[in-house]
């Protein structure tokens, strides 16, 4: 239910602005956003009692310089009780800005180091098979192989080698 709320504030901002104000609406719902990752901003949010005013002020504080279109945004959520819709808000508007882009974000998983080289000949590769722009971050994950997710395209790729392992003992056992 939140992410197609979302999805209409989103919408909304998309229609309401340039390409320059959409850069700056990103980077102050990026810090916004930075923010709910602590307990304790989050604790200050929920507060029931605390004025909604209160709180959309401590929110635009973390901004520096927000425009009036921002600070409209926020008052705005504050008003119809969804602040707490602002990280899943930056999520959809930073997946929005990519596809208008034709710029899509990837992630890799494993337990290998790639090296930024490797990083950046996989996502050489990827932008020629989508012909779009693909950028990728590696994390660090228990998954035995490398797996390569591309979510806004539904696209996984992996080499697990547990199942290299299986498919080559099948492979042998049926040789045998």
């Known amino acids: 239910m939140n992410e197609i709320t979302a999805k209409k504030y989103v919408k909304a901002i998309l229609n309401g602005t340039d390409k320059s104000e959409l850069d700056?609406?990103?980077?102050?719902?990026?810090?916004?956003s930075d923010a709910f990752a602590l307990p304790k901003f989050q604790s200050i949010i929920s507060i029931p009692t605390l004025k909604i005013a209160s709180k959309v002020d401590f929110i635009l504080s973390l901004v520096e310089n927000p425009n009036v279109k921002f600070k409209?945004?926020?008052?705005?959520?504050?008003?119809n009780k969804r602040?707490?819709?602002?990280?899943?808000?930056?999520?959809e508007l930073k997946a929005q800005k990519a596809i208008i882009e034709n710029v899509y974000l990837?992630?890799?998983?494993?337990?290998?180091?790639?090296?930024e080289n490797d990083i950046k000949a996989l996502e050489d590769k990827f932008s020629k098979?989508?012909?779009?722009?693909?950028?990728?971050?590696?994390?660090?994950?228990?998954y035995k192989g490398i797996k390569i997710e591309l979510?806004?395209?539904?696209?996984?790729?992996?080499?697990?080698?547990?199942?290299?392992?299986?498919?080559?003992?099948?492979y042998i056992l049926k040789a045998i």
């Open 129 to 142: 098979r989508f012909n779009a722009q693909i950028k990728l971050e590696s994390t660090k994950d228990n």
């Open 24 to 32: 700056g609406f990103l980077a102050n719902l990026q810090k916004i």
């Open 83 to 91: 602040l707490e819709l602002l990280p899943t808000i930056y999520k």
């Open 151 to 170: 979510k806004d395209l539904g696209v996984e790729v992996s080499f697990s080698v547990d199942r290299l392992r299986a498919q080559l003992s099948e």
């Open 106 to 115: 990837g992630e890799i998983y494993g337990d290998l180091n790639l090296s």
């Open 72 to 79: 409209n945004f926020i008052k705005l959520l504050g008003e």
